[in-house]
């Protein structure tokens, strides 16, 4: 932004420089050359996200990518823009780039180097290819319509850099989550003072559970296994199930499965009351695991769940059912068999909240996708602003899916700019 009197003005103005706003930047200039394109990002260092995604490795997309993946607005507004560039598609753009991607045995696709900074690089060398000016450290604050006397409108830019007016302008701006990367969420507020109703729960999602510090569970920190996730009405109606891995922290409850699991806990338990229940034997029925129970024999509980679970986890779950360690299987009651079928395989978590926006991956909520047209991302309500990547209300799951939203809503705004 112009520091000086004078006011400075240029085409297209991009807000925010993560993954959807260096894709829109770069399919900008590629389709239309001749436009002068300002890249502005509130951070110091561009591309915060993409080099911590991924634990340092960017988890660019996923061998297979469906609306399902995703949560927010609907599945068919989601189709829409991930059908214009697809994971195909995002996997041909990356290697024209010099990018090439590995996929792992879980489908996630990484760059073959395993190192995050392949991409941004990659990213940042076609962005200075095409002439695209990126200024850093400087943070939008207020984005202002002005209409002259001619009946053309455009944006005024204010922040401390300076102003800047263009006559398009891009929100991309991210969401709330780990607010130390740049992406603090004053894009959605922007968003807002121009006339966009925000969807009304904006909540940190893929984030670890806290349980209660005097959960038993916080005493196992450090065991990870495979778990299955119900979270249930009071009434026993099935709201979510997540497969996956557990990891016990000191603080509650992360991993793939609990991440994956905690937009649709904090989602519900603003509502209504709700249930966690963990199953610790992912692929046994409460059913074969009683009918195992009652074969034991004269072996002990203890021994027979050792041979399937963690030593400490184990002696909490039996201490928990209130059967001692050595009690053989011809020793059991038929109420200790079901006692210990309740804690094996509808464990009750006690999820107190969540670690919240810092340490979240994606944030649920943002500008609804009802209030955009699709074809081109530009909003239904304000001609001329466009959004992509993380503001919109779209999150997805653990896997490269967030980053393949990114990707596409970038490269949809970025062509119809
Ligand atoms: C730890 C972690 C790991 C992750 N790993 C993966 C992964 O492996 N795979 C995956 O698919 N997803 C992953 N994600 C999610 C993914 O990183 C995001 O969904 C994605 O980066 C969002 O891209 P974006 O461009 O929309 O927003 P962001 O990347 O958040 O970029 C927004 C940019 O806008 C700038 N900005 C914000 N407000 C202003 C303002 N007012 N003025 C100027 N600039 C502003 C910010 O500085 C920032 O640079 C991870 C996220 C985290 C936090």
Known sequence: MS????????????????????????WAARTHPQRQIVLLDGAKRIGAKIL????????VTNEKVTPQDYCGSTPNAIRKVLSRFTQPQTIEFFAQLGVKLKREPTGKLFPVTDQAKTVLEALLAEVKRLGIEIRLNHRVENIKVVTDTLGESSFEINGP?????????????????VPKTGSDGHGLELARRLGHELTPQIFPA????????????TQLSGIALPVKLELTEVSGKRLAVVEGDLLLTHKGLSGPAVLDMSRHWLAASDERDVRLGASWLPDVS?????????????????????ERLP???????????????????????????????NVVIAYPLNVTGTLGFKVAEVTAGGVPLSQIDLKTMQSRLVPGLYFCGEICDVDGRIGGFNFQWAWSSGYVVGVSL
């Open 3 to 26: 520091t000086s009197e004078t006011t400075e003005r240029t085409d297209v103005a991009i807000v925010g420089g993560g993954a959807a706003g260096l894709l829109a930047a770069i």
């Open 52 to 59: 911590i995604a991924g634990g340092g490795r960017c988890n």
């Open 161 to 177: 850099g300076g102003h800047l007016v263009c006559q398009q302008i891009v929100l991309a701006t991210g969401g709330k989550s």
């Open 206 to 217: 893929l984030v670890p559970l806290q349980l209660a510090s005097q959960d038993p569970l």
């Open 286 to 306: 409460a059913e074969a695991l009683q009918e195992e129970l009652l074969s034991l024999g004269k072996r002990t509980v203890r021994a027979f769940l050792r």
């Open 311 to 341: 030593d400490r986890l184990v002696d909490h779950l039996l201490s928990t059912a209130s059967v001692r360690p050595e009690q053989t299987g011809v020793d059991l009651t038929k109420a200790q068999r079901k006692a210990i079928g």
